[in-house]
């Protein structure tokens, strides 16, 4: 048997007679299948087994990961992600099927039935992999993969590329393959960050401070060559630019830390508590490194860390969501795609 798989006969015919299509595939980094403690054990068994996401050595890792964390952490999670569920399900998978819906309408109407649209999650369901099966049974000769992370990073971007790879290696036919790695200074994205900024300022004005919190990552990635947190500091000043925003009114944080080794700098929890205590009471928080809101900000920023402002004497804490399914990110999408079709 063959190690490498082809499509059946038909194949031949619709090539000769089929017209160009291209598939667009959107991913994103994923979500368990049900707010429970089996489903968020699969997910973070896929999850921190991607050596791109934990570089500690791998047999140390595992020992950790599946005699410590798999054990304590996903009921933990499962009670989190259960805060955030929807009557439609995992917010990040129902907004990233909005956002989906969206750019399909939008291509359509530009190339007709020479487009088609599919997502793909890096862990969980629906996976990269099976939405790259769907474009292979389709006889599909060209991708475009747009990972929906503005800055590239190794354990997100990194992490998907390896996904395709792994699917499209076992086909007997190679597709042409144009892969989006990284948007952080696409000038309609920071235009769209701009944009819901003043919306937000306009709707509950101006705070003493903004916070742009990212996600975070261990220092070590930085030190081994990572350009995530510069791509984060090129987004923060061309979106203070674009705002008109003085130094002292803006301040750059990384959430999401886990486990005990050195993360990005500074700490988002605890900046924010540093800057209640400094006299700051009134602040307003945006992740730019999110293209869809999930647990990390719908939990974490808009809950955990207001509590955490607040505590320490912080008066007014209002949080600015994702880009999400805004028109002016849906235009963002498009237009960048428009470049590889």
């Known amino acids: 048997m063959s190690r490498f798989r082809g499509q059946d006969d038909s194949i031949h015919q619709k090539t000769r007679n089929q017209e160009s299509v291209t598939g667009v595939l ?28 934990v570089e500690i050595p791998r047999l140390i890792w595992l020992m950790i990961l599946h005699g410590i964390i798999l054990r304590v952490r996903p009921a933990k999670s499962a009670k989190l992600y259960k805060s955030i569920w929807t009557e439609q399900g995992s ?43 769907r474009f292979h049974q389709q006889g599909i000769k060209k991708i475009v993969v747009m990972p929906l992370y503005p800055q590239y990073a190794g354990p997100t971007t990194g992490s998907s590329f390896d996904a395709v790879v792994k699917t499209v290696q076992k086909w007997r036919w190679i597709p042409s393959i144009d892969f989006i790695s990284s948007y952080h200074d696409n000038q309609d994205y920071i235009q769209a960050l701009a944009n819901s900024v003043q919306e937000h300022f306009d709707a509950h004005g101006k705070p003493d401070k903004l916070v742009l919190s990212y996600h975070g990552m261990p220092k070590l990635f930085l030190d081994n060559g990572d350009p995530y947190y510069c791509f984060c500091h090129k987004t923060t000043r061309l979106l203070a630019e674009k705002l008109g925003l003085a130094e002292d009114q803006f301040v750059m944080t990384f959430q999401s830390r886990f486990g005990k080794a050195e993360w990005l700098k500074p700490y988002t929890d605890a900046t924010l508590e540093q800057l209640a205590k400094d006299g700051v009471k009134n602040i307003a928080i945006i992740s730019p490194a999110f293209s869809a809101d999930c647990l990390e900000t719908i939990e974490e920023l808009e809950e955990e860390n207001r509590e955490v402002f607040l505590e320490a004497g912080g008066e007014t804490y209002t949080y600015i969501p994702c880009l999400n399914d805004r028109d002016d990110h849906i235009a963002m999408i498009v237009n960048e795609l428009d470049q590889h079709l």
Do not use: C, H, W
């Open 26 to 53: 959107l991913t994103n980094l994923g979500t368990p299948d049900a707010p429970d403690t089996p489903s968020l054990r699969r997910y973070l068994r896929e999850f921190l087994s991607d050596p791109r996401v």
């Open 91 to 133: 917010p990040l998978l129902v907004i990233t099927e909005e956002q989906k819906e969206k750019v399909e309408r939008e291509l359509k109407a530009r190339y007709g039935d020479r487009v088609v649209v599919d997502i793909g999650m890096r862990y969980g369901n629906p996976s990269i992999g099976a939405a790259l099966e």
